[in-house]
């Protein structure tokens, strides 16, 4: 009986090692497909920040290939950008993503083989200005590196990890693991953010799980087309046009009215400087002004239909829908 204790107690280790949902396609998996008619709408603005071809060559070049577009509207997998070593991108989306019952967003990445996983953290922000990291998890193991072309990673092993699914499938996320997080507002995401996890397993280069356990994918990939190639971020959950996005913006920032063929008054009384950026319905820049305490902006010159305008200060901002007529 003693050693049959000590045998079980010797397997609670290996137990307590979570298996996650498995490659697309495979009983059980959480894989989202590009197509899917739960993908309601798509990120429409992209910034990226390179990383190095290899993290360890300070000499070498940066990733390359592609460029901010290709990572907005339907994830086609016919265009990605390469982020590179440690690189990122933060997408902003026509709407901000709301929790709901259920993943609220996925994330595609191209990869070719499920065993060939690029992996990438994802952070979210509904300022901006802070992020917040979904808690990821990553039992690949991590004594040997995985090589540029090995296909030996486990999408079993991993959690909360942009990258986990072939091209053409996203990962999906769910902000009600965030709840509770100071600062930001998991009913009002306006960002999300992808940064490339190197994948290195030395220790000088290497990035972390949410159990200090280093991550290991393919490396070095001393190419253009180096690091997380992101395809898109499809959205599943979404706030309606208008949504209130600060608290403290919505009581001290007056806009009125909200249907007019002309003026839109507005008052500030925030004690902060703030900015006015007015969009249509498909996020095209129409105006922008910066305001100290009160006045007005003319739509006079702008067709009728649906206009946002996004009031934004140092540290939050907000979102109001305007209809506009003849």
């Not at 989306?93 to 690029?118: R, T």
């Not at 998890?137 to 990258?163: E, H, M, R, W």
Request: contains cysteine; aromatic residues 10%; proline residues 5%.
């Amino acid at each position: 009986m003693i050693k049959r204790l000590l045998f079980i107690f010797s397997l609670i280790p290996f137990l307590g090692v979570a298996q996650f949902a498995p490659a697309a396609g495979q009983p059980g998996s959480s894989a989202i497909k590009n197509d899917s008619t739960i993908i309601i709408n798509w990120a429409s603005g992209c910034k990226i920040i390179r990383g190095r071809q290899d993290i360890s060559n300070v000499s070498g070049g940066y990733a390359s290939v592609g460029d901010s577009s290709k990572a907005i509207g339907f994830a086609d997998g016919l265009g990605v950008v390469s982020l590179g070593d440690g690189g990122s991108a933060v997408l902003t989306f026509p709407q901000a993503i709301k929790n709901l019952a259920g993943p609220d967003f996925c994330v595609f990445e191209n990869s070719f083989d499920p065993g060939f996983l690029e992996l990438a953290f994802v952070e979210v922000s509904s300022d901006g200005i802070n992020f917040t990291r979904f808690p990821a998890t990553c039992n690949v193991q991590n004594t040997v590196q995985i090589g540029p072309f090995d296909t030996s990673s486990d999408a079993t092993k991993i959690n909360n990890l942009a990258g986990k699914y072939i091209g053409g499938y996203g990962v999906p996320f769910d902000l009600l693991e965030l709840t509770g997080i100071p600062g930001l507002n998991i009913n009002a995401v306006t960002h999300v953010k992808i940064i490339d996890v190197v994948g290195c397993i030395q220790p000088q280069y290497a990035r972390y799980d949410k159990n200090n356990n280093i991550i290991n994918d393919p490396w070095a990939t001393p190419y253009s087309s180096g690091g997380f190639d992101l395809d898109g971020v499809g959205v599943l959950n979404q706030a309606p046009a208008g949504i209130q996005e600060n608290d403290d913006l919505n009581k001290s920032v007056r806009l009125f009215p909200t249907v007019t063929n002309d003026e839109i008054y507005f008052v500030n009384e925030s004690g902060q400087p703030l900015e006015l950026e007015v969009t249509d319905i498909s996020s095209k820049m129409i105006k922008t002004m910066f305001i100290k305490k009160s006045g007005s902006i003319s739509l006079a010159s702008v067709v009728e239909g649906i206009y946002f305008i996004k009031i934004k200060g140092e540290h939050s901002s907000l979102v109001k829908k305007i209809i506009k007529t003849n």
